[in-house]
């Protein structure tokens, strides 16, 4: 059964309330909670990215799930580190899990963003039955990002971002969003993102590139659906991942929660919607 948070253990300003949830290896992973009814959605940010990056869900569906964010560590207001010293799409994974315990979550949709698609597979892997639903927003089909890349490739993608960080985040970020993204967010995303740890940055970059999707991808039994960018579907190398249901989205980039959440916030209603798996 799930649980209600105890007042003691929350910080809340209006309609949000935030805890602290330790990971298994003593990270710290700060969590921001909307709603207090319904089944709990949980929404995992992309690389370098946080909490910030569901603001537009967060007050939208908190009349009828409870909403959660979480800042991953190395990302957001985390600590640049993580105890272990390590990263890994697994570890991630745990954390998600850790967060979901934490709430006595037994009734969860996962929805991963970018790389907080494959943390998203990982966390479901280990909520098994607990977990009723996978959403991935523009993840999951991309082959540049979710098969194992060799280690040449790896060094070199690293390289990229090592001698600029900054300029580099910022200029991919350019590519990546719609043409009809406001530039305001645009900048927003891209100094966001560069204002994480260069150097965790990178060794989660090096993480997510060593990661391959389709051996896990087969032990997956949870149903999966991708909100992806139309855009990117058509500039990029997808792999065909067997029983997922792909939705394309005009009119945005990699970023469609925020590129235009109305229609995104549509769609994402329609699919939290839907029967759970018998």
Same mark, same amino acid.
């Given at each position: 059964? +799930?649980? &209600?948070l105890?007042?003691?253990?929350?910080?809340a300003?209006?309609k949000?309330?935030s805890?602290?949830?330790?990971?298994?290896d003593?990270?710290?992973?700060?969590? &921001?909670?909307?709603?207090?009814?319904? *089944?709990?959605?949980?929404?995992?940010?992309?690389?370098?990215?946080?909490?910030?990056?569901?603001?537009?869900?967060?007050?939208?569906?908190?009349?009828?799930?409870r909403?959660?964010?979480?800042?991953?560590?190395?990302?957001?207001s985390?600590a *640049?580190?993580?105890? $272990?010293?390590r990263? $890994?799409?697994g570890?991630? @994974?745990?954390?998600v899990?850790?967060?979901a315990?934490d709430?006595?979550a037994?009734?969860?949709?996962?929805?991963?963003?970018?790389?907080?698609?494959?943390?998203?597979?990982?966390?479901?892997?280990?909520l098994? +039955?607990?977990?009723?639903?996978?959403?991935?927003?523009? &993840?999951?089909?991309e082959?540049?990002f979710?098969?194992?890349?060799?280690?040449?490739?790896?060094?070199?993608?690293?390289?990229?971002?090592?001698?600029?960080?900054s300029?580099?985040?910022?200029?991919?970020?350019?590519?990546?969003?719609?043409?009809?993204?406001?530039?305001?967010?645009?900048?927003?995303?891209?100094?966001?993102?560069a204002?994480?740890? $260069?150097n965790?940055a990178? @060794?989660?970059?090096?993480?997510?590139?060593?990661?391959?999707?389709?051996?896990?991808?087969?032990?997956?039994?949870?149903?999966?659906?991708?909100?992806? $960018?139309?855009?990117l579907a058509?500039?990029?190398?997808?792999?065909?991942?067997?029983?997922?249901?792909?939705?394309?989205?005009?009119?945005?980039?990699?970023?469609?929660?925020?590129?235009?959440?109305?229609?995104?916030?549509?769609?994402?209603a329609?699919?939290?919607?839907?029967?759970?798996?018998?």
């Open positions: 059964m +799930s649980r &209600t105890s007042a003691d253990r929350l910080s300003t209006g949000f309330a805890i602290v949830v330790t990971a298994d003593g990270a710290s992973i700060p969590v &921001t909670v909307s709603g207090d009814a319904g *089944p709990f959605v949980i929404l995992v940010h992309g690389w370098s990215c946080g909490q910030a990056f569901w603001r537009e869900q967060m007050t939208a569906f908190a009349g009828a799930y909403m959660v964010t979480l800042d991953l560590p190395g990302h957001g985390a *640049p580190q993580r105890p $272990s010293g990263w $890994s799409m570890e991630f @994974g745990a954390d899990v850790a967060v315990d709430l006595g037994e009734d969860v949709v996962l929805v991963g963003h970018s790389m907080g698609g494959a943390v998203a597979i990982e966390a479901a892997l280990r098994r +039955s607990r977990c009723r639903l996978l959403v991935g927003v523009d &993840t999951f089909t082959a540049a979710y098969t194992a890349r060799p280690a040449d490739e790896i060094r070199a993608r690293r390289a990229a971002f090592e001698g600029d960080f300029g580099t985040m910022e200029g991919m970020i350019g590519a990546i969003t719609g043409a009809a993204a406001d530039q305001g967010l645009v900048r927003w995303i891209g100094e966001a993102m204002a994480n740890d $260069s965790a990178l @060794g989660v970059l090096e993480a997510l590139l060593a990661w391959d999707i389709a051996p896990r991808w087969r032990e997956l039994t949870t149903p999966a659906v991708a909100l992806n $960018s139309a855009m058509r500039r990029n190398e997808l792999i065909d991942l067997e029983g997922l249901d792909v939705v394309l989205m005009e009119g945005v980039g990699h970023f469609p929660m925020l590129e235009d959440p109305s229609a995104f916030n549509a769609l994402l329609d699919v939290l919607a839907r029967p759970a798996a018998g």
